[in-house]
Structure formats: structure tokens, C-alpha cells
């Protein structure tokens, strides 16, 4: 299911990016993990991404195997 809000609301962001000549970052978070400092966090979102049936527990520690 595509998501077209949120393709709406990132389009928006990039084009605004492109006037100020600045660039945005988008950081995805889920609890206390992001998608910059968590490697869990990072795996689910490349699997949700490549169309898997993932879920996410936002309680799971980084430290936790």
C-alpha cells in the first residue's frame, strides 16, 4: 500500500530543501531508537522496505540478542 502522504509531505521537504540550497534530513524514530544510531531499527525499516511482513518492539534494547 503506497503512502501518499507522506510521498506528498517528503516531495515537499526536498523541493523546500532545493530553494535554500540546504540539505534535510529525514530521521525515523520508534521509541528511543532512530534510524541514524540504531542498527535495529535500521534492519526492520530495510526489511519493511523490501516489502517484508516485520514488526518492531520500540522497547527492545540495542544490548539485548
Same mark, same amino acid.
Given at each position: 500500500?503506497? $503512502? !501518499?502522504?507522506? &510521498? /506528498? =509531505?517528503?516531495?515537499?521537504?526536498? @523541493?523546500? +530543501?532545493?530553494?535554500?540550497? #540546504?540539505?534535510? #534530513?529525514?530521521? =525515523? @524514530? &520508534?521509541?528511543? $531508537? @532512530? +534510524? =541514524?544510531?540504531?542498527? =535495529?531499527?535500521?534492519?526492520?525499516? #530495510? #526489511? !519493511?522496505? +523490501?516489502? !517484508?511482513?516485520? @514488526?518492531?518492539? /520500540? &522497547?527492545? %534494547?540495542? %544490548?539485548?540478542?
Amino acid at each position: 500500500m503506497e $503512502h !501518499k502522504g507522506i &510521498n /506528498a =509531505l517528503l516531495s515537499q521537504f526536498y @523541493t523546500m +530543501s532545493m530553494l535554500w540550497r #540546504d540539505s534535510i #534530513d529525514v530521521v =525515523l @524514530t &520508534n521509541g528511543q $531508537h @532512530t +534510524s =541514524l544510531g540504531s542498527e =535495529l531499527y535500521q534492519q526492520y525499516l #530495510d #526489511d !519493511k522496505v +523490501s516489502g !517484508k511482513q516485520v @514488526t518492531f518492539d /520500540a &522497547n527492545q %534494547d540495542e %544490548d539485548q540478542d
